[in-house]
């Protein structure tokens, strides 16, 4: 089974940038699509971008235009660059496979917290 270590959040006023790196494992991740997930107090865990083996990639409405998934498979590590943050975007940020819903264990992500 895979796993991720996510890094990069912060504190952030809005209209500021941030980078979120996933460092992942595992001989099959080059084949796998990953995506960046996020989650708020009282709301479920939901997609926000995902990247697939040929970099095709998909954005959920609240962040397309701003968001950018991106991976690296030599480093098995996918990125997520945000821009424009909104204090809307303020959540606990994950990465896990997105194909047929996430497979791998939750590792304890990475707090984005963007200030108005």
């Known amino acids: 089974q895979v796993q991720f270590v996510e890094s990069g959040g912060g504190l952030v006023q809005a209209g500021g940038s941030l980078r979120l790196s996933c460092a992942g494992s595992g001989s099959a991740f080059r084949f796998l699509v990953i995506g960046w997930y996020r989650q708020v107090p009282g709301k479920q865990r939901d997609l926000v971008a995902s990247?697939?083996?040929?970099?095709?990639?998909h954005y959920a409405d609240s962040v397309n235009g701003r968001f950018t998934i991106s991976r690296d498979d030599a480093k098995k590590t996918a990125y997520l660059q945000m821009n424009t943050l909104k204090p809307e975007d303020t959540a606990v940020y994950y990465c896990?496979?997105?194909?047929?819903?996430?497979?791998?264990?939750w590792g304890q992500g990475t707090q984005v917290t963007v200030s108005s």
């Open positions: 896990n496979t997105a194909h047929n819903g996430p497979t791998a264990s």
């Open positions: 990247i697939d083996r040929g970099d095709k990639t």
